[in-house]
């Protein structure tokens, strides 16, 4: 009964190689997102979907494709993987609107080598 | 620009002592403000969630404060344990154009409570 899961939960790849995330979430929320927690432990926000529109994109390079096939999946597609892309992704979701909380998922650790 | 500042970067401290954590925003334009906790290799669990209408939350050992005109929130933490020790991460929910907030991050507090 996870709330929000991600998979896979460790991916290490190449430098060139395109790689994808998974997330879902089961709680019924319209709002998710990806943020990324960088090698010094700093998180920052990437994307928001609501309801499988974009409505946040924070000056991610263009590699950086997220896919929300329905509210409940957002997957995070990233090509041509650099060795800065080495971190730790987290997914969140929570209902429409800025006050509700945010409830994230495990991460997922990317290592590019 | 929202940024958000945490001190101290790390703490330690024996068990059984009661501590404070700080959080500071530029921004009082907010809809809330998380505290999270997050083990060392893992995921964020989270602690309290403030609204911007409200003063304070509160969960067993742990209370939340918000000062949102001052751009400060507080985490207090009474009689630690040893099971407390993680890095504890404030956010706040920004206020954007597009009605969905956003999490801002401070660095995080790192805390090592020794037995």
């Known amino acids: 009964d996870t709330a929000v899961s991600q998979t896979p939960k460790y991916l290490v790849t190449q430098m060139g190689n395109d790689k994808s995330i998974k997330c879902e979430q089961n709680l019924g929320h319209d709002t998710m997102y990806w943020y990324k927690q960088d090698s010094k432990k700093f998180l920052k926000i990437m994307f928001s979907y609501n309801n499988k529109e974009l409505i946040i994109n924070e000056t991610v390079p263009n590699r950086f494709s997220p896919k929300s096939p329905d509210k409940a999946h957002l997957n995070l597609h990233i090509n041509s993987l650099e060795l800065g892309d080495s971190a730790v992704y987290f997914c969140?979701?929570?209902?429409?609107?800025?006050?509700?909380?945010?409830?994230f998922g495990p991460g997922t650790r990317l290592t590019v080598t | 620009k929202q940024e958000v500042t945490q001190i101290p970067a790390a703490l330690s401290v024996p068990e059984g002592e009661n501590l404070v954590l700080n959080c500071s925003f530029t921004?009082?334009?907010?809809?809330?403000l998380q505290w999270f906790r997050q083990d060392p290799g893992k995921g964020l669990t989270s602690l309290l969630l403030?609204?911007?209408?409200?003063r304070e939350q509160t969960s067993g050992r742990l209370n939340a404060s918000l000062d949102k005109s001052s751009g400060r929130s507080t985490l207090y933490i009474a009689a630690s344990q040893p099971g407390d020790s993680a890095t504890y991460l404030c956010a706040v929910s920004t206020r954007g154009s597009s009605n969905t907030g956003k999490l801002i991050f401070g660095q995080g507090t790192t805390l090592q409570v020794k037995p």
């Open positions: 969140a979701s929570s209902r429409a609107g800025g006050s509700y909380e945010q409830y």
């Open positions: 403030i609204q911007s209408s409200q």
């Open positions: 921004d009082s334009a907010i809809y809330n």
